[in-house]
T-cell receptor, first 113, second 113 residues
Framework: GQQLNQSPQSMFIQEGEDVSMNCTSS?????WLWYKQDPGEGPVLLIA?????ELTSNGRLTAQFGITRKDSFLNISASIPSDVGIYFC?????????????FGKGTKLSVKP | DGGITQSPKYLFRKEGQNVTLSCEQN?????MYWYRQDPGQGLRLIYY???????QKGDIAEGYSVSREKKESFPLTVTSAQKNPTAFYLC????????????FGAGTRLSVL
């Protein structure tokens, strides 16, 4: 079946630094989604990308839909302590029987004040 | 406020007992989903439903059952056949099952006594 490779698995950075993470797949997707999950809570949708090459921002977050439709990137600028959490990418294939939302395994972000 | 409500937040199961996790949404979404999340793991799909009175098995349906008698409600029963039920359970919904932009509840943590 389809799989997403999300990297890095974890990051430990200094407050104020920029962060980059990405997801890659051997399959193409029609939509890429990025979620953030705080400890003990459900994932919250951050950004949705619908077109190859699309670049979308949400405050200090910027995400891009790869040209090949097989990858996506999330950047966080000037990290702050509340950015701590797990970031998940997810890809949607419209041809799947359930809409086929596939999740990466997450990037755990830790920020040192 | 519109959203997805999961209850209870914490649940304990005794040996041989069935327990039911509640998921209610007032977003008027057609599709609803149940996921299981284990520590350090991504989300694994248990069951999903795209319309009332219909549901489909996901990747790990064994030991679980669901019903969809109302559009707003999609309860999950963890049966005694599920030998390793300790996990964080997440419910999600989406307006368009094809585009599948999913929104999540806050989760239920199930533990075994």
């Amino acid at each position: 079946g389809q799989q997403l490779n999300q990297s890095p698995q974890s990051m430990f950075i200094q407050e104020g630094e920029d962060v980059s993470m990405n997801c890659t797949s051997s399959s193409i997707f029609n939509t890429w989604l990025w979620y953030k999950q705080d400890p003990g809570e459900g994932p919250v949708l951050l950004i949705a990308l619908y077109k190859a090459g699309e670049l979308t921002s949400n405050g200090r977050l910027t995400a891009q839909f790869g040209i090949t439709r097989k990858d996506s990137f999330l950047n966080i600028s000037a990290s702050i302590p509340s950015d701590v959490g797990i970031y998940f990418c997810a890809g949607v294939n419209y041809g799947g029987s359930q809409g086929n939302l596939i999740f990466g395994k997450g990037t755990k972000l830790s920020v040192k004040p | 406020d519109g959203g997805i409500t999961q209850s209870p937040k914490y649940l304990f199961r005794k040996e041989g007992q069935n327990v039911t996790l509640s998921c209610e949404q007032n977003l008027n979404h057609d599709a609803m989903y149940w996921y299981r999340q284990d520590p350090g793991q991504g989300l694994r799909l248990i069951y999903y439903s795209q319309i009332v009175n219909d549901f489909q098995k996901g990747d790990i349906a064994e030991g679980y059952s669901v019903s969809r008698e109302k559009k707003e409600s999609f309860p999950l029963t963890v049966t005694s056949a599920q030998k390793n039920p300790t996990a964080f359970y997440l419910c999600a919904s989406s307006k368009d099952p094809a585009k599948n932009i999913q929104y999540f509840g806050a989760g239920t943590r199930l533990s075994v006594l």
